[in-house]
């Protein structure tokens, strides 16, 4: 099926674990984000990526790693989960002409 | 740096009003806009985009309208329904920077009664 899935939809760990959360894409779009949704933030990207192989950090990265060695995978790693990155995190891709963004269901994170 | 704001936060209307929200933004170079709806707990859903060479968008009750000049878009919805009641979101990508990402709005939280 055409579209964004991210996986899992909902996530417990417990601070200091790794988690990895995926994203996959069938657009064969070139632009994928991650954000973040917070009460009283919004949305807030953590990174991004243009293309194959090349990723930026955007506006809150401290704590996280990606990766995009396919175009259509782009996964999230926390790397020692902290309570403060308990949050709705959200994969979405867009077109290189940026005609036209899709967001993926979301992955709810509780870090105890 | 681009900014999108969109008033008011928050709205509360009978069913059946007409009712406009509106979005904007502090650089008015943009390339498009876009507007989402999110129900709670729930992802984003994309409604309408603008290209920056428009001036509106129409979807059944939804039109999305956009002055790049002023900077502004405003989203219009015809007879609201209580399934209209969701957040409501506006996004412009930006250049330059975090070339592509999206730059949003806090949203309008729309309640619909009936």
């Known amino acids: 099926d055409a579209g964004i899935t991210q996986s899992p939809r909902y996530k417990i760990t417990e601070t200091g674990r790794q988690v990895t959360l995926m994203c996959h894409q069938t657009?064969?779009?070139?632009?994928m984000f991650w954000y973040r949704q917070d009460l009283g933030h919004g949305l807030r990207l953590i990174y991004y990526?243009?293309?194959?192989?090349?990723?930026d950090k955007g506006e809150v990265p401290d704590g996280y790693v990606v990766s995009r060695s396919k175009t259509e995978n782009f996964p999230l790693t926390l790397e020692s989960a902290t309570r403060s990155q308990t949050s709705v995190y959200f994969c979405?891709?867009?077109?290189?002409?940026?005609?036209?963004?899709?967001f993926g269901s979301g992955t709810r994170l509780t870090v105890v | 740096k681009q900014e999108v704001t969109q008033i008011p936060a928050a709205l509360s209307v009978p069913e059946g009003e007409n009712l406009v929200l509106n979005c904007s933004f502090t650089?008015?170079?943009?390339?498009?806009l876009q507007w989402f709806r999110q129900d709670p707990g729930k992802g984003l859903t994309s409604l309408l985009l603008?290209?920056?060479?428009?001036r509106e968008q129409t979807s059944g009750r939804l039109n999305a309208s956009l002055d790049k000049s002023s900077g502004r878009s405003t989203l219009y919805i015809a007879a609201s329904q209580p399934g209209d009641s969701a957040t409501y979101l506006c996004?412009?990508?930006?250049?330059?920077?975090?070339?592509?990402?999206?730059?949003f709005g806090k949203g309008t939280k729309l309640s619909v009664k009936p």
């Open positions: 979405a891709s867009g077109p290189e002409s940026l005609d036209g963004y899709t």
């Open positions: 657009w064969s779009h070139s632009y």
């Open positions: 990526s243009a293309a194959a192989d090349i990723t």
């Open positions: 650089d008015s170079a943009i390339y498009n």
């Open positions: 603008i290209q920056s060479s428009q």
């Open positions: 996004a412009v990508p930006s250049y330059g920077g975090s070339q592509g990402n999206l730059i």
